[in-house]
């Protein structure tokens, strides 16, 4: 009994001190996020080399159906207005299609008919700053920044006897816009809008001759529920689109280093967070 009692008393120490200190206003502060759901293809275009094909993926390449999607996230909050927010996205769709016309990558003819495999991975690091401009008020957040967006993408073309291939690969640096609003409806419910977004000519951003103009926009609608204090569930509504047009002078071949790629997609995900 008495080994019991000093348990509880235990118990109710570390509840204590546990409350106490999430009651009050701490920092650094960190915050884990992770997404799970689905993403649908409204539209998908791809073109390498200028008398390449305009492939329509989502037309012709079996990216009509859904796919499995995660987002996960590491926010700090150095302070009552700035945070820092590291991000994965893993982005990899692959189909298998039997082609409805002549397939043309890079000079490479894939005739009517093939079975191809096709692999369209894209996914991107981003590093986000955050700056606070109504941390006094209880209601609503509104904050804004900038990030630094690292794409790793890996795009390829394969027929499935293995006789026809061809592959692109690039991984380079994006500067982005970044905005996020949230509505606090009471100490519960909440909804928020985020944006990550730009457009412009690559050349001028990176300083180099290429005469690329890319563009990039991550949406997002938010919908949350305070489960208990330190952590969070939400439902989130994302469209993420974007691409580039343009020639690449570094190109090493095969093909002139043009390329056209534009998409836009749309997830739906579940989510939770939880503040350390």
Known sequence: MMIMK????????????????????????????????????????????KDGTYFPYHEEGGQDVLFATSRFSLELDLDSKST??????????????????????????????????????????????????????????????????????????????????????????????KIRVARYFSDKYWVALEGDGIYAPISYLNGSNEEITGAILDASLRMGITLTEPAKAFFNLRYLGGGAVGTSEDD????????????????????????I
């Open 252 to 275: 090493q071949g095969p093909g002139d280093g043009y390329v056209k790629n534009w998409l836009h997609f749309l997830t739906a995900t579940v989510g939770f967070s939880f503040e």
């Open 84 to 177: 820092l927010i590291f991000l994965y996205q893993p982005l990899l769709i692959e189909t298998r299609e039997i082609l409805e016309d002549d397939l043309i990558v890079n000079g490479l003819v894939f005739p009517m008919g093939t079975p191809v495999k096709f692999t369209y991975g894209f996914p991107f690091y981003r590093l986000s700053y955050l700056r606070e401009l109504l941390a006094a008020n209880d209601d609503w957040d509104l904050g804004v920044g900038f990030s630094l967006q690292i794409r790793n993408a890996t795009i390829s073309f394969e027929s499935l006897d293995g006789e026809l291939f061809r592959t692109e690969r690039d991984v380079g640096p994006v500067p982005v816009l």
């Open 6 to 49: 000093r348990l509880i008393c235990i118990i109710i120490m570390c509840l204590t001190v546990f409350t106490i200190a999430h009651s009050q206003e701490t920092y650094p502060r960190l915050k884990t996020v992770a997404e799970l759901g689905y993403l649908g293809v409204l539209s998908h275009k791809i073109q390498f080399s």
